[in-house]
């Protein structure tokens, strides 16, 4: 059996892999990315690709140290997506520069102190009636809606054409591989077994599996005697919201209602071929109904869609909805995690993101706990075997996949 060695070696190509890879590269490790389906197949084409910039954080009222943290993320995007950044995302498409919040009045009262807040007022503009754009158009004003309006200065950007730039910088990085069994060698490597007649034994091990991380790290670990819980990821549910239709415009938006978070959540991808647009849903109500069927999902939603926004026609709209895990590190009593997440043992860092927004501060620890370790970074050539393996291929789109529409 042969066996292929690569200083780095990281399991899985979503944002957290890909993202990562490039730094790493960038700096010159010798780095490999190993994804065993489509890169990006999972949570990172499923998001709504929204670069948040802390503001769902605060809509309790209070600006906590996590919405700080997060607050420079849009700017330091925007950067990358303008090709003058970390790394460059200039033909990725900004599907939207800002996006909407809008609140009925009663809950506006509420919220007074969240908007008067110094941090938010940075980010959020009042947008006057007469300034309605796109969504919150001419129907708007004419109908009975008493409510607010503001603009949310986050963007939104198209995860797929994302994946795709950065697997094309360092596309020779990449391969596709199921792993079979890791073990530890005595020279504290790790040796990947797959099926056929290669290994790879690599000094550094990162995992950034999103909800494969757990199967991994069991793998790892569970002959071990160490005696630490096996348990290291929390899985968070979702059913996200899809509509289909020639008469939505595309809109990106928040509905506030009395909880801290939105109702909803929608973004929109234009379908040119079809002419369609879709509205991908999610917030609170993907969150409720995540364990529930499609059937009582779509019920709920025609009703609350019609509540909020009474100037859309609904009809010759098709409906579908995506079941999807967020996959986060472990947390006391199964809270949401604010933060991007790194744990480190034995030369194996496991790594969640948490946030796609997030990613740029995760790719960060990992590249300054990487410069404490044993590795060089001095651009050593990939062994040549790399080129025979297969590349992985680009994630579908959640519309992409669904089949089944109703009316
Ligand atoms: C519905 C939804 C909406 C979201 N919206 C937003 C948003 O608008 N803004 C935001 O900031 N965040 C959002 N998030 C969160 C964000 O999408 C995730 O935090 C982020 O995409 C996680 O990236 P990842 O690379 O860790 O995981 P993933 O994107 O899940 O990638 C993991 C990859 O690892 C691969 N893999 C798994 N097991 C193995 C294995 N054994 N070997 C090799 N490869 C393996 C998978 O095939 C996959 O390609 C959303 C999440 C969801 C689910």
Not at 7 to 32: F, K, M, P, V
Not at 93 to 106: G, K, M, R, S, V
Not at 153 to 182: C, G, M, R, W
Not at 395 to 407: A, D, I, L, V, Y
Request: charged fraction near 20%; charge should be positive.
């Amino acid at each position: 059996m042969k066996s292929l060695k690569v200083d780095i070696c990281i399991i899985g190509g979503g944002i957290a892999g890909l993202w990562t890879l490039n730094r790493l590269r960038q700096q010159g490790y010798q780095t490999i990315l190993i994804e065993n389906a489509d890169l990006g197949g999972d949570q990172t084409c499923a998001s709504q690709g929204i670069i948040h910039g802390g503001t769902k954080y605060a809509l309790t009222g209070t600006v906590t140290g996590s919405a700080k943290a997060i607050s420079e993320m849009p700017k330091r995007w925007l950067s990358c997506l303008k090709g003058d950044g970390e790394i460059d995302l200039n033909q990725v498409e900004i599907l939207a520069p800002h996006q909407f919040l809008w609140t009925e009045n009663d809950i506006a009262t509420r919220l007074t102190g969240f908007f008067a807040s110094k941090l938010m007022q940075s980010k959020m503009v009042a947008i006057k009636s007469d300034q309605q754009a796109d969504f919150f158009h001419q129907q708007y004003r004419n109908s009975q809606f008493n409510g607010h309006v503001y603009q949310l200065n986050e963007p939104v950007i198209n995860t797929q054409q994302l994946i795709n730039k950065l697997f094309n910088n360092y596309k020779q990085s990449v391969i596709k591989a199921t792993i079979s069994d890791i073990k530890r060698t005595s020279d504290n490597d790790y040796q990947l077994y797959f099926d056929g007649d290669v290994n790879i034994q690599t000094k550094q091990l990162i995992l950034t599996a999103g909800n494969g991380n757990q199967a991994l790290y069991h793998k790892i670990f569970s002959d071990s005697n160490a005696k630490h819980s096996m348990q290291v990821m929390q899985q968070r549910p979702l059913q996200m919201l899809m509509l289909k239709g020639k008469n939505l415009k595309p809109i990106y938006a928040h509905r506030l209602g009395v909880s801290a978070l939105p109702t909803i959540t929608i973004s929109s991808h234009k379908i040119p071929e079809l002419d369609e647009t879709i509205w991908y849903i999610g917030g609170e109500l993907a969150e409720k109904f995540a364990t529930k069927s499609q059937y009582e999902l779509i019920i709920a939603a025609k009703e609350q869609l019609s509540k909020f926004i009474p100037w859309q026609n609904f009809e010759n709209i098709d409906w579908s909805s995506l079941y999807v895990n967020r996959a986060e590190p472990l947390m006391d009593k199964g809270q949401r995690p604010d933060n991007q997440f790194m744990a480190v043992k034995d030369n194996i860092i496991l790594a969640w993101p948490v946030k796609l927004a997030l990613t740029p501060l995760l790719a960060d620890d990992i590249c300054n706990l990487l410069e404490q370790s044993r590795l060089i970074a001095k651009n050593k050539p990939l062994p040549i075997e790399f080129e025979n393996f297969i590349k992985p291929g680009l994630c579908k789109m959640p519309w992409e996949k669904t089949k089944q529409w109703s009316q």
